[in-house]
């Protein structure tokens, strides 16, 4: 049992980080006010340009390539969530629809680029993220094994930007902009700020996170394009919710989600978890999040002005 | 007169959005390399050429009219239904599974498969219903959830119960006398996918007209959607329409699956959200959620996905380009409440000059007439 734990745990990690991250992004665009339905969409904006990088540069710079494509992944993440963010902040379209539209041209634009490009719609990496060994950390008795051995540059990557982000919303200036805009945005207009713009910047960082996510996703775990991201940006969006729009509670909750996932992936293959039916495992995140629902609606945490377009002449 | 100004208007509304999606379709044709012209001749050709691919957009399109349907009917209760997905999963697996299950007669098993998947969609919508009725918990989030949970719930009883001989992937073709498909049908439209789902779709569209436009329900179901304070304050209960309006969403949106999962195909494939219950948002907005603008809405849909596999064989543009063009046109939809208010805008400055025109010539009339 130890021993599985020992296994299962580097791919459960692997698994969180890329919800981790995209969750992260969701709540930076929501905190602003603006729902974010097109996670799904933004992170399969990632992957594609993740993919299609890699496999551009993997043969003439395979050291850099991954990193490469990363970058262009956010670039072109934060690129496409301007869609979302000119609906919504300067037409004040239903945010929900346009969400839903990021999603459907997400799909349709880059499965219809990658078909121009391999035939088959799959975009394959050669060479994904080597997996490393944190030297001195790892030696560290049960915690050492769990978090430090196997892991891969991404997590770190991903956990520094957390802190970060924290960092960013709660302790500066912008965040408690951005964060106001979220509330009450009248009265955060009335105080100079601009909402506009706040709500520009945080729906980019969103598209930023979520093409950092799907990048992610394809050079730890998938190692393909494969014209879907499977449900994952919706997981990350339930994760925003059970996470309570909080930074830690979305650690907590992608984790959760992300060990429920992983045993259910390998429940076919060892023979200790194969008791547990698949189905529990696979809708309990989907479950819990709309127990966490009812359960929070009372004292629902949920950004105030979420969902409404900023209207000035409203003041 | 009213509502004629209000249909013409929506009727601009939607032929504009359509005008941007087929635009922003060309241009990704253009830009890849492709002649946007051959590709939408062939796009139209695919879908409309002959008696067969006729048939093959009427029958593409069925779910689509169920899913449009779907989306309309609990916009108009105010409520934002994106479970269509889930619930046509959960409709079609009612009808599969009575379809693999019983040996019945046809006109039977059809009307108890018919049910089921009535029954399934319903029962998958009116939890978030309840849950938005009783807790307040936002439907849209609830029915992404509920999406998710029919996935999974799919893709481990397909596997577990109705396994293929073949594949683990997808359940058993389903016996004839499961299916929508009828020999005369079929052999009508040279052995095109038609079925009887497209009959009982545009009898659907009736119903659905007649309950929002003649009956009580359908009075109380708009007055909430219009004010939700003020239909309660008027004696409706909110709570029970909202769940109510939910369920027959829902219900149409099985029913589509239905006509999708033992209609259009013959099994059911795990590991696929069915893109029509998100289509069905397009529909349902293209159609300005009026039952007959969905009706007509899905059928151009059908005939974009009909057309799009012949218009990549004969030219190199992939078949995405139709969910692309589906996908402009309902961002565009979303965006086009601006639209919509210049439009307004510009009707209100030509009254208003209209008006001020009358009242100087009144003036003047006065003014003469006083001298």
Known sequence: MVDLIYQLFPYAIAFTIPLLITSLGGLFSERSGVINIGLEGLMLMGMFVGAFTITRLEMTNPGTAVWIGLLAAV??????????????????????????????????????????????????????????????????????????????????????????????????????????????????????????????????????????????????????????????????????????????????????????STIANVSQVIPALSQIPGIYLKTFPYVVTLIALVLSSKSSQAPKAIGEPYDKGKR | MKTKVRVKKDLYMSLFAVLLGLIAGAILMAATGNNPFDGFNFLFRGGLMNIERIGNTLATATPLIFAGLSVAFAFKTGLFNIGGAGQMLIGGLCATAIGLTFDWPKPILLMAIIIASLIGGALWAALPGFLKARFNVHEVVATIMMNWIAYWAVFYIIPQYFKGPFLETESQRIPAAASLKVPWLTSLFSGSYINLGIFIAIIFVAIIAFILERTTLGYELKAVGYNRDAAEASGISVNRNIIFSMAIAGALAGLGGATFYVGFASNMQIGVLPNQGFDGIAVALLGANSPWGVFLAALFFGLLHTGKGFMNAMTSIPPEIADTIIATIIYFAATSVLIERNWDKIKKIRLTSLINKRKAEQLEADSGGEQ
């Open chain 1, 75 to 260: 670039f072109f993440g934060a690129l496409f969530a301007l869609l979302h963010a000119f609906a919504c902040v300067t037409l004040n379209a239903n945010q929900v629809i346009s969400g839903i539209a990021i999603n459907m041209i997400a799909s349709a634009v880059t499965v219809y680029l990658a078909r121009l490009i391999t035939g088959s719609g799959n975009i394959q990496i050669i060479r994904g993220m080597s997996r490393i060994t944190v030297p001195i950390l790892s030696e560290i008795p049960i915690l050492g094994r769990l978090f430090f051995t196997q892991t891969y540059a991404t997590t770190w990557l991903v956990l520094f930007i957390l802190a970060f982000a924290t960092f960013l919303l709660y302790k500066t200036r912008f965040g408690l902009r951005l964060r106001a805009c979220g509330e009450h945005p009248h009265a955060a207009d009335s105080a100079g700020v601009n909402v506009y713009l706040m709500r520009y910047l945080a729906v980019m960082i969103s598209g930023a996170c979520a093409g950092l996510g799907g990048a992610a996703f394809i050079v730890t775990l998938s190692g393909e394009f494969s014209g879907t991201a499977a449900g994952l940006g919706f997981l990350a969006l339930a994760a925003l919710i059970f996470g309570q729009w909080k930074p830690w509670g979305i650690l907590a909750a992608t984790f959760f989600f992300g060990f429920a």
